[in-house]
């Protein structure tokens, strides 16, 4: 385990083993098939996200033109998030330290050409739980800073089967994916499903 600042921020290297990731490929795929891939879109503007995404557990998060929000279904099938898989569940008893289970998996999936821009993850209601995040697939380059934009930023690999909390100050913390590395993984090959680039999960809870 990796701890660095600001305090709160944690980093799990190979936290699933190869066998374990993919499993939860495969269980990430019927998720897939239930729950269709969608493109976000930012508010007001309407202009699509680089990432497309499903959800799963009770809650999904949603981008349109309308704003950021969760909802219980779909927004294009209307029909209700699947479940999580248990791995992910027993991952935030483990890891989370919050007394209470997450109530949204956002399943980010990066085609190799796909950025995450800095950002802070504040549409829930409590900032109370951390956010647990998952990296399948793909290598990633990712950018920590701190709880004011202009902080000064670090950046840092997170490989297939890494996990990433961001909990106490590093909540609110600015991050983003300056880059996905292309090839630098056969997880998805390994696992049968015919993906490209990088899947990342993050876990949140959205009610106190």
Avoid at 83 to 103: H, I, R
Avoid at 118 to 146: C, I, K, M, Y
Avoid at 161 to 187: K, N, P
Wanted: glycine residues 10%.
């Amino acid at each position: 385990m990796t701890t660095l600042a600001p305090t709160g921020f944690r980093l799990l290297p190979a936290c699933f083993s190869r066998d374990q990731q993919v499993t939860l490929v495969r269980a990430l795929a019927d998720v897939i098939a239930e729950a269709p891939l969608f493109t976000p879109k930012m508010p007001r503007t309407g202009k699509p996200f680089s990432v497309r995404m499903t959800n799963c557990g009770p809650l999904g998060w949603v981008s349109d033109v309308s704003g950021y929000r969760y909802q219980p279904q779909h927004p294009e099938t209307g029909r209700p998030w699947p479940a999580m898989p248990q791995v992910l569940l027993d991952l935030w008893a483990e890891v989370a330290g919050f007394d209470g289970p997450p109530e949204a998996c956002l399943v980010n999936v990066y085609a190799p050409t796909a950025r995450m821009g800095l950002h802070q993850d504040q549409d829930e209601e409590t900032f109370a739980a951390p956010v647990l995040s998952v990296s399948l697939g793909d290598t990633a380059v990712f950018r920590l800073g701190g709880t004011n934009r202009k902080d000064p930023t670090r950046s840092m690999r997170l490989a297939s089967g890494d996990v990433l909390l961001l909990g106490g100050d590093a909540r609110l913390a600015f991050h983003g994916i300056d880059r996905v590395l292309r090839g630098s993984s056969t997880l998805f090959s390994e696992a049968g499903v015919g993906w490209d680039g990088r899947v990342n999960l993050t876990l949140r809870r959205v009610h106190p």
